[in-house]
Structure formats: structure tokens, C-alpha cells
């Protein structure tokens, strides 16, 4: 009986030294009724579910004091920097980065924008995320990612040209013959690009310069092309003449401003507005001072009224 009872007793020992006793300190009583609660109920847990309740607990207080206090961008990078040495210590640094096709853009604002810096690992580097980074730059028209390992970045771009000046809202910008805006200001290297004006006018440049081309009498005298209504364009000339030309039928209207021109001198007369718009007539409107001095000279041979006394 005694050995039985030692036995019982023993055992009843045994269970209460493994249940794990944890004395709830006194300021819980001051948090929230569901934090005290939760936290009351995980020191009542066996100490292996305890202990894993707890770091779950204290992992979702950190990731929301994380989220709440903005630390976040600050802890995502903390994690990757911790990633990618782990990665470099085992060989995967970027040693070597091969680039070509850069021009206005620097080497330096390249690897910058593709995340290549000298923490990096070509493990972890996202060559998509960093081809869609480099597309984002307006002067980069295609890109290239490719990774050779173990230590290899091999980096190709396309450059969009600066095509022209686009005069909107009394703003000019750079374009590319896509339309792209490359610069919201102008260097003094693209005064000599030709301008166009208005609304569209960047998207519609490129067709219509290139027709204007065609007619270098002209190309040569021009000062800006624009767009009126997104249908048609007017040309203003140097010596600010305006020239209307019609919706469609640009080059036959061209045509028959460069024969008036070879024949009457027309761009060369004191000449306010050409009107090209219809095509079996050209109007002309002359210049204030020329249609004054018109006037004026009529008046001169108007015959005077006289009579016998």
C-alpha cells in the first residue's frame, strides 16, 4: 500500500513539475481587457505551446508597430541588405557590369535606377523589376537585364532622340518622335530642333515634319508649325507670315506655295497670311503696313473732281 501510494504520489509530482507556472506581472491588469486576456490564457498554455503563442504574439505587435509608426520601407530594406550579404558571402556579389547603349543617360543613374548598388547580390537582383525601372525613364525606349552567374549583370539600353520642341500652355518641352516627353526644360544643344505648338501636336509631328521636309525652300523659313484643333496644321514663318494649310492634301497645297513663291516671290512680299485651305484658290491677306501704304496709293491715283468756273 505504502509502495502504491509513493508511486501515486510520485506520479502527481511528476505532472506538476512539468506544467509550467508563470506569474502574471501586475501591469497587465492595466492593458486592454483582450491583451491582458490573451496574454493570461498563453502563461496557462504547456511551456512549448507557450513559448511559440508568445513569439507570434510578439512578432504581430512588432510587424504592426512597423506598419503603424511608417518604419516599414526602413524595414524592408533592413531585410534585403541582410539577404543579399548572406548571398554575397556565398559568391553571388556583383563584380562585373557590363553596359551598353547609354548616351544621355549616365553609367552612375543607370545602375541606380536597375538597383545596382555595392550591397547588391546577383542572387536576389529581380531582372524584370529592373528592366520595368529603366523602361520608366522616358529616355530609355527598350532595356535588357541579363544575369550571368555567379557574379556577371550584363545591361543594354535603347535611347529615344530628342526629335523636336513641344510648345503647349506657353511650356516648351523635348520630345521624341514618339511623342515622349524627354525634358520638361530646353538645353541650349535643342534650340535648333524645329517647334511645334498645340494640343496633340507631339504625337502628330513626326508625319507632318516629315512631309515638310520634302520642301527644304521652305523648311528652311520655318519657324513653327501648328496645330489647329487637332485636325490640321498652320505654318508661321520667320518673317511672320502665317500660312494656313488644309485638313488633308498637305503636299499638293506645298506645292503650289513653292510655285507662287518661284514665280511671284510670295514669301518675300510684305505678306500677313497665305490661306492654302481650299483647293482650286489661294487667298492672301497683306500686312498692315502694306495694306496702309495700298490704300494710301490709291488715294494718290484716285482721279480729283474738278469743274469750270
Not at 514669301?267 to 495700298?294: E, G, K, M, Y
Request: net charge positive; aromatic share 4%.
Amino acid at each position: 500500500m505504502r509502495a502504491a501510494g509513493d508511486e501515486t504520489g510520485q506520479a502527481r509530482g511528476g505532472r506538476n513539475r512539468r506544467r509550467l507556472r508563470v506569474r502574471v506581472p501586475a501591469w497587465l491588469g492595466r492593458l486592454r481587457p483582450q491583451t491582458a486576456s490573451a496574454l493570461a490564457w498563453i502563461a496557462r498554455l504547456p511551456p512549448g505551446v507557450g513559448i511559440a503563442a508568445s513569439a507570434l504574439l510578439l512578432a504581430s505587435a512588432l510587424g504592426y508597430g512597423i506598419v503603424k509608426g511608417g518604419h516599414l520601407p526602413a524595414a524592408l530594406d533592413w531585410a534585403k541588405d541582410v539577404r543579399d550579404a548572406a548571398a554575397n558571402s556565398l559568391g553571388f556579389r556583383i563584380d562585373a557590369v557590363s553596359l551598353s547603349g547609354e548616351k544621355e543617360i549616365s553609367r552612375e543613374e543607370i545602375l541606380t535606377i536597375a538597383g545596382v548598388t555595392g550591397r547588391a547580390s546577383l542572387l536576389f537582383l529581380d531582372a524584370d523589376a529592373a528592366r520595368a525601372r529603366l523602361m520608366a525613364n522616358p529616355w530609355i525606349a527598350d532595356a535588357a537585364v541579363l544575369k550571368l552567374y555567379p557574379d556577371r549583370l550584363q545591361i543594354t539600353i535603347k535611347e529615344r532622340q530628342a526629335f523636336a520642341l513641344w510648345q503647349k500652355d506657353h511650356h516648351v518641352n523635348v520630345i521624341a518622335a514618339d511623342g515622349t516627353v524627354l525634358e520638361a526644360f530646353v538645353e541650349r544643344r535643342y534650340i535648333s530642333l524645329p517647334l511645334v505648338v498645340g494640343k496633340g501636336a507631339e504625337h502628330q509631328a513626326k508625319d507632318f515634319l516629315a512631309v515638310i521636309d520634302r520642301y527644304p525652300q521652305i523648311r528652311g523659313q520655318l519657324r513653327a508649325s501648328i496645330l489647329v484643333a487637332q485636325r490640321r496644321w498652320n505654318l508661321r514663318l520667320q518673317n511672320g507670315m502665317d500660312v494656313e494649310l488644309p485638313e488633308t492634301g498637305v503636299a499638293p497645297a506645298l506645292d503650289r506655295l513653292v510655285a507662287l513663291d518661284r514665280d511671284k516671290k510670295l514669301l518675300s512680299r510684305d505678306i500677313a497670311l497665305v490661306d492654302l485651305r481650299l483647293p482650286d484658290r489661294v487667298t492672301v491677306r497683306l500686312s498692315d503696313a502694306a495694306a496702309q501704304a495700298r490704300e494710301d496709293a490709291l488715294k494718290d491715283h484716285k482721279p480729283k473732281k474738278g469743274g469750270s468756273a
